[in-house]
């Protein structure tokens, strides 16, 4: 197979070059060429999304059901292309890159039918009262609409599901709004091939083709210049914290504020009540050390700490986690980068007074091995330091003095995206009690699972307090996301012939 790759940009339907350029970083070396964003470009591809717009925005949503239907075929006609330049790129195993497929094609699917069914819309209407004392009702209705041309950032860790044609892309494309992707520079191949499956899409139904725009990454100014472009209507991003900051507050200094919807990341705090650590430690212990290592722990959703009341049910939880993360081999990182930023990561967190190494961990350049770290309560609440995200495989056990300790660190908890309970059935009233905690500090609650593996559904939240994101009671995953690109209008004594077709009579 020949994979077919241009190193250009897609600006509304024409593959541009630009200036100057930059290399991919393969795992195993070589590297092509690519050019690189500029905020020209992101003029131009900004200027056709806002003129696409304007048909796009106001298409039916069969139209638009259809043309997500036709993303998904054509990236599953590009399957095998997919998979070769996304392993290049990333190192993720083949399985992983075809699993994420599946995933992003079902996520595209999932919109389609989401918008046929139309509930999404909340159409409410008040009907008038013409004879209502002492002020008349007129007739009042309201509707969700799109929000305009809206910026993407693909993110380094899903190429596929939370990238080009990820979940940001397909539900604002649900929504009817024209989308400017800015790639993520770890996996440009895989961007620009997923590209040309859009624009096949876009070509067989014969849409504007400024709907779509992808431009390259390779500065900081092409994510400024998109974030603070004033056609642009939101943002949808998933990275670092101090990443999805600083463009956050740039979104927030602009003359028009735009909402910026960062997915951000999270410890993912595992709490772990006396009857489950008696009833099942050890299983509870190799369940944590597989999903701690899934993807080489890169995932937002990573379970990067585990507290649970000191003692010997404790020690065996432990040594059950750490005898399974012992067996796992070295896994390639994401990016040079990502790896030597978790190589700081465990030195900071290792090097702090009062924590001891149970598993070290040896990560040479783009790879990884896990590792297990320990801790008291004490230590955790004086060193905040600690409880920063290592993005990769780093694992924290905290024994504490008693269940009072654990509420004490549940409550001083910041946003997060996920929070797990493992309890017994001799364990639910505390359970009760810090469930209360738990819905004000994260997106997600589980019991008696492992955060890794998000759901595509209707009910997933995949979001939470700040710092996790900045989605502020919306989701990034699952059909409820499509919300952030919409806004609700209200229509007052309009005619039904000018009303939109989806609130007429
Ligand atoms: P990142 O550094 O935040 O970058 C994400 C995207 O935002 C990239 O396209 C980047 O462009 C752009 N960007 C970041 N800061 C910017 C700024 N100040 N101005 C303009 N553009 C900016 O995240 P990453 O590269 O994916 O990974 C690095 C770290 O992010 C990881 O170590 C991990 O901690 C975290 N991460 C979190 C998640 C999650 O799911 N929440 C996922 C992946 C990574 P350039 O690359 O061109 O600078």
Redesign the pocket.
């Known amino acids: 197979m020949t994979l077919e790759l241009t190193g250009r940009h897609l600006i509304a339907g024409e593959w541009t070059e630009s200036e100057t350029t930059f290399r991919s970083m393969p795992i195993d070396g070589g590297g092509r060429v690519f050019f690189a964003?500029t905020p020209e470009l992101v003029d131009a591809a900004a200027s056709a999304a806002e003129e696409a717009f304007w048909s796009y925005g106001y298409s039916a949503r069969e139209e638009r059901a259809s043309f997500l239907e036709a993303i998904a075929e054509e990236i599953e006609r590009r399957g095998a292309e997919i998979t070769e330049i996304g392993a290049q790129e990333t190192g993720l195993p083949t399985a992983r890159l075809e699993g994420e497929r599946g995933r992003t094609t079902g996520q595209l699917r999932l919109f389609a039918s989401h918008i046929r069914d139309g509930a999404y819309l909340d159409r409410r209407h008040d009907l008038a009262l013409p004879g209502r004392q002492p002020v008349p009702r007129p007739d009042l209705r309201m509707l969700q609409r799109p929000i305009g041309p809206v910026a993407v950032?693909?993110?380094?860790?899903?190429p596929l599901a939370?990238s080009t044609a990820g979940g940001d892309t397909a539900a604002a494309l649900a929504a009817g709004c024209s989308v400017i992707v800015?790639?993520?520079?770890?996996h440009p191949g895989t961007g620009e091939i997923v590209a040309q499956a859009i624009a096949a899409a876009i070509s067989r139904h014969g849409l504007h083709p400024g709907v779509f725009s992808l431009v390259q990454?390779?500065?900081?100014?092409?994510?400024?210049a998109l974030?603070t472009h004033p056609l642009i209507k939101a943002v949808g991003?998933?990275?670092?914290?101090?990443?999805?900051r600083?463009?956050f507050d740039?979104c927030a200094r602009r003359p028009e504020p735009i909402p910026f919807f960062g997915?951000?990341?999270?410890v993912n705090p595992m709490f772990l009540l006396p009857e489950a650590v008696r009833a099942r430690g050890v299983a509870i212990g190799k369940g944590w050390a597989a999903s701690l290592t899934m993807g080489a722990g890169?995932?937002?959703?990573n379970p990067g700490v585990a507290f649970l009341v000191d003692g010997p049910e404790a020690d065996a939880l432990i040594g059950a986690t750490a005898d399974a993360l012992r067996t796992i081999g070295r896994q390639a990182m994401?990016?040079d980068?990502?790896a030597a930023?978790?190589r700081d990561g465990v030195c900071r967190v290792g090097a702090a007074a009062g924590v001891k190494e149970l598993l070290g961990s040896s990560c040479e350049t783009r790879h990884a091995a896990p590792c297990l770290l320990e801790t008291t309560g004490e230590v955790w609440q004086c060193e905040h330091a600690i409880g920063e995200?290592?993005?990769?495989p780093l694992g924290i056990v905290v024994r504490l003095r008693d269940l009072a300790e654990m509420e004490s660190i549940a409550q001083g908890f910041a946003g997060q995206?996920t929070a797990t309970l493992h309890m017994e059935a001799g364990d639910m009233a505390t359970a009760r009690h810090f469930l209360r905690i738990l819905e004000r500090k994260a997106g997600r609650i589980l019991a008696n699972g492992f955060p890794t593996g998000v759901e595509v559904c209707d009910a997933m939240v995949h979001g939470g307090p700040y710092p996790a994101s900045t989605n502020f009671g919306a989701t990034s995953v699952g059909t409820l996301s499509i919300r952030r690109f919409l806004r609700p209008v209200c229509y007052q004594g309009l005619p039904n012939e000018i009303l939109p077709a989806d609130i007429a009579d």
């Open positions: 964003g950032f693909g993110a380094s860790n899903f939370f800015k790639g993520h520079g770890a990454g390779g500065k900081r100014d092409v994510g400024e974030v991003f998933t990275g670092s914290l101090a990443g999805g600083a463009l740039l997915e951000l990341g999270s890169q995932f937002c959703t994401l990016t980068g990502i930023a978790y995200e290592v993005f990769g995206l």
